[in-house]
């Protein structure tokens, strides 16, 4: 695998599988990617397949960002150490005070355009509680969304 200072694909996103020398980035991507490699046959009608998209986009965008802006925002030292000693070992994992605060600039920033930065922390928690709400309605006693068995 080829890896960079951030641990990106080439295109800079997060996640990416590599296979075959070929980076895939994008979570929906490396699905829809994988299931063509390996011929995986999914058995849901159009109905369904539009459930698990909806759920998907849900928890991939409004779930993620809102989780994640309150996790990095709140331990961004110890996120920027986390990257530093996954990339160069624990030796430089002093910088984290000092690229911190640099970093986070460029994070708020990216969660400001996207707006859950913009929201107060009653809002966000609201999103949060509002789509795991979502989640647990549509599971019901359900292991998985479709059956007994995961669909992606």
Known sequence: PMFTFSGRSEKGKLPFVEL????IADSQLIILHLKKYFNIQDKLTNEQKA?????????????FNAANWLKVRDNFPEFVGSILSLQFGKSLGFLKYVLAPFLMIKIKNRYETEGTAKHSDEEIMTILRNDLQAIETYLGDKEYFFGDQPSQ
């Open 20 to 23: 075959n020398g070929e980076h």
């Open 51 to 63: 459930i698990e998209r909806a759920f998907d986009r849900l928890i991939d965008s409004s779930f």
